[in-house]
């Protein structure tokens, strides 16, 4: 049976550093190595530390990385360093070797000869390029080595970038194929895209080529590059940073390379001409304005006269820098009024105006690229659309985002303007099939230009997909804020779809609904959603505005009945009579942190940001959290242990709290106490409703039995006086203000249980009722207003 229980990453870089970073949180020993240091002095020569320089600079990025390249820092600890002269013969014990070194076939040509000599027999040997042929690589090498020989393109940055491109050589085993496309899914949590030996693969491909496409028609329909962005970002499904911000992101100058890789390799694409840059971007990359690693390429920041930053944007004419105007478009005003996405897209291309034009000819021509790449790069629209879905951060792929505008009055449009669109689309629609993708049953399915057929869409049976079960009438209960969905064998999923996923009345309601609805027709509940992108939101926390108005309307009956129905949903999720299972992922904060902290057990997303953020705006935990989060640290004593000192838990508990800490990771959730051992954490977030799902049937098959509640412990009066202590120091040292230290006290009684001696045993109400209290005694201070009303303004908390 095939395992890999020690990996090799060669090139410690950005994206090797990122590799080996994402091996080590996935629980695997890697080797990474780079070259010796060709300046070495005469008396470095043989100073082990000097010849692992590079190397170690390498590592020792990977902890100062921001955002962090490591899901929690000691998963450093599984990376081993050397070098490629002195080291080298490690690669024996290796079962996967990854190849991250510098995208030169020459020099990769070498190091794979080297690997060959030294690997053992059956280890994988992959290559990280994006571009260069695997045959020109292995040219020269046997055929055990062609057999165990493939490309694994990651993308950057590799832990939080979803897409893995598999490439096979001519020669490679399928078996080889199948086993490391199932260890990305599952193990390193990737979406698994099955790519052609083709340059630039599938993601790049039809990603710059739509990138340097909206380039050239920019400068043909006179439009500015704020215009472009505002276009071609989430009015069409696509990032924030749409099309010129995302350039700066990746840099200027890697995009002119794989466009030069594109237009040499290419000598037959019909949109080859697109890869050549336009003249002004070619002057930036050479005159170093190469995006945010420069300090300034398309966009940049500057200070301004007051010392607010000012957005500035390149004049392509000039390359000056000039402010930034908001574009307005009559297409994207009446795409605001949209509800939904493809309401939003259509609003765009099909518009009357200068904008709609300029988007409508780039999404065609997209469209048409995309589908004229099949079979050249990938064998069905299923690879490509996902490749830009989790390389690019594409809500839709190209053949999702056809469907969404109409296909047929798409095609009609595109035949009008004299756009040549690709057989086997006409075909499609001459056979009376109006869409890409249809669902049956609760099954998705894509149109096989192929076959000329739908062929079911090819998932893992972990990945449990919400959309068809919905579009077959599976929602058992729905409202406006959210849905309860039948996952199958009496486990139901109760779906959040508000703005963030915030709480509010009518979704606090619905769980109650959800819950009373499971146990009368279920065996257990999931709490999930799958909205949003990367990295989403489970949920950001309460309604802040509808908390807001109605504190100023002075309707506190209405804020407490709210507060102790989120309070009896933790409850009732913990002391019910079928277990509760959270699956969280993204942004967990606030009330949506406490519905985790209620449920039994928590399945997670590694990408996990959860914390109790109320202090932010002058509140406190208060549907739960400040007794489920003790609870969590009190439960981590084994039962019999009744003489220790609880501040030593109380304290770092009240800490995650009044420094409204945010976990960067699932890992780093679990080192805060938000997941205790129980709790689970999943690598791929296209499993993570499946795997709560079978959580619940876990726990209902070892015969599920609600805990039996009982008072709990609190550290009482001594933490208070603890903190009281600390506050003194900080207030004198200004690490917070007045405020914050007022806050923290108030907490601090909630979480010691009030005045009562330390050790005291209380029942779970009592904190409860404390949490209510200190909330609504809040919502009443001034400066608790102050830091609402600059929540809601800017998106940030105010230190007043």
């Not at 009579?577 to 904060?589: N, R, T």
């Not at 039962?639 to 709290?657: C, G, R, S, Y």
């Not at 709790?679 to 959580?695: M, S, W, Y």
């Not at 009443?780 to 998106?795: A, D, F, S, V």
Request: charged letters at 25%.
């Amino acid at each position: 049976m095939r395992k890999i229980n020690q990996a090799a990453v060669i090139g410690s870089g950005a994206m090797g550093g990122g590799i080996a970073a994402l091996l080590a949180d996935a629980g695997i020993q890697t080797l990474l190595l780079d070259i010796v240091p060709f300046d070495l002095k005469a008396e470095e020569k043989s100073d082990p530390k000097a010849r692992n320089k590079i190397v170690k600079t390498g590592l020792d990025n990977l902890l100062a990385a921001k955002p962090p390249v490591l899901m929690h820092p000691r998963d450093i600890e599984r990376i081993t360093i050397g070098n490629l002269e002195d080291d080298f013969d490690k690669l024996a014990a290796c079962d996967w070797i990854i190849e991250v070194v510098v995208e030169n076939l020459k020099i990769k040509r070498a190091l794979l000869k080297r690997i060959e000599a030294v690997k053992k027999p059956g280890a994988i040997v992959s290559t990280n390029t994006s571009g260069i042929p695997l045959a020109a690589m292995t040219k020269g090498l046997g055929k055990a080595f062609k057999q165990h020989f493939l490309g694994t393109h990651f993308f950057n940055p590799v832990r939080y970038m979803h897409l893995l491109e598999i490439i096979p050589g001519k020669e490679t085993r399928a078996e080889v194929l199948q086993f490391i496309s199932n260890f990305g899914e599952h193990r390193l949590g990737k979406g698994i895209v099955r790519a052609k030996d083709t340059p630039n693969f599938v993601g790049n491909r039809i990603g710059v080529q739509g990138v340097t496409s909206a380039f050239h028609l920019m400068a043909e329909e006179g439009l500015t590059i704020p215009e472009a962005d505002a276009l071609l970002g989430p009015v069409l499904g696509r990032p924030k940073t749409a099309t010129f911000k995302t350039a700066d992101l990746v840099g200027l100058d890697v995009l002119g390379h794989v466009c030069q890789n594109a237009y040499a390799l290419l000598p037959d694409d019909e949109a080859r001409a697109s890869f050549s840059l336009p003249e002004f971007i070619q002057k930036m990359i050479a005159q170093k304005m190469l995006g945010n690693k420069t300090g300034g390429g398309f966009y940049k920041t500057e200070k301004g006269p007051d010392g607010r930053k000012i957005a500035l944007v390149v004049n392509p004419n000039t390359l000056i820098y000039e402010a930034v105007e908001k574009p307005e478009f009559p297409c994207l005003l009446a795409a605001k009024k949209a509800a939904l996405l493809a309401d939003k897209i259509k609003a765009v291309v099909y518009g009357g105006d200068k904008g709609a034009r300029f988007a409508w000819r780039v999404l065609a021509g997209s469209l048409i690229y995309a589908a004229r790449r099949i079979p050249e790069i990938a064998g069905t629209i299923v690879e490509i659309d996902n490749a830009m879905k989790w390389g690019y951060n594409f809500m839709l792929g190209p053949f999702e985002a056809w469907d969404a505008i109409g296909v047929a009055a798409s095609v009609r449009k595109m035949e009008k303007e004299g756009l040549a669109v690709p057989d086997t689309v006409k075909q499609m629609l001459a056979g009376g099939n109006e869409t890409f993708y249809k669902t049956e049953n609760g099954v998705m399915f894509y149109f096989d230009f192929a076959s000329g057929a739908y062929k079911k869409v090819p998932a893992a049976k972990e990945a449990l997909s919400l959309f068809p079960l919905k579009a077959a009438g599976k929602t058992a209960r729905s409202c406006a804020s959210a849905s309860l969905i039948d996952l199958g064998d009496g486990v139901f999923c109760c779906e959040f779809h508000t703005k963030m996923n915030a709480l509010n009345g009518e979704l606090i309601e619905f769980m109650h609904d959800a819950l009373d609805y499971t146990e009368e027709n279920g065996v257990g509940l999931v709490i999930g959603n799958q909205a949003g992108g990367t990295p989403g939101a489970f949920s950001a926390g309460a309604d802040l505005m509808t908390l807001a108005m109605a504190a100023l309307a002075g309707k506190f009956a209405d804020i407490t009945h709210m507060i102790r129905r989120l309070q009896n949903i933790a409850q009732r999720s913990r002391y019910g009579a079928f277990p509760v299972v959270a699956a969280p992922y993204g942004m967990a904060l606030g009330g949506g942190c406490e519905v985790c902290l209620g449920a039994d057990r928590i399945v997670a997303h590694t990408e996990l940001y959860m914390g109790l953020v109320e202090i932010g705006v002058g509140l406190i935990p208060a549907g739960g959290g400040c007794l489920n989060l003790w609870k969590k640290y009190y439960h981590s004593l084994p039962e019999k242990v009744t003489d220790t000192d609880l501040t030593k838990f109380a304290v770092p508990a009240l800490m995650q709290i009044t420094t409204a800490t945010v976990s960067t990771s699932a890992a780093d959730a679990r080192a805060n106490g938000f997941l205790g051992p129980t709790d689970r954490i999943v690598f791929n977030r296209d499993h993570l409703i499946g795997e709560a799902k079978k959580e619940v049937l876990r726990m209902v098959s070892d015969g599920y039995a609600p805990p039996i509640k009982r008072p709990i412990r609190v550290a009482g009066e001594a933490i208070q006086g603890m903190v009281n202590v600390q506050l003194f120091d900080m207030l004198r040292a200004g690490f917070v203000t007045e405020y914050d230290a007022f806050l923290a006290r108030r907490i601090a009684y909630v979480i010691g249980g009030g005045n009562v001696r330390s050790g005291s045993e209380i029942h779970e109400d009592v904190i409860l009722k404390l949490e209510e209290e200190a909330f609504l005694d809040f919502l009443k201070e001034t400066r608790t207003h102050q830091r609402i009303e600059h929540m809601l303004k800017t998106g940030k908390s105010l230190r007043n």
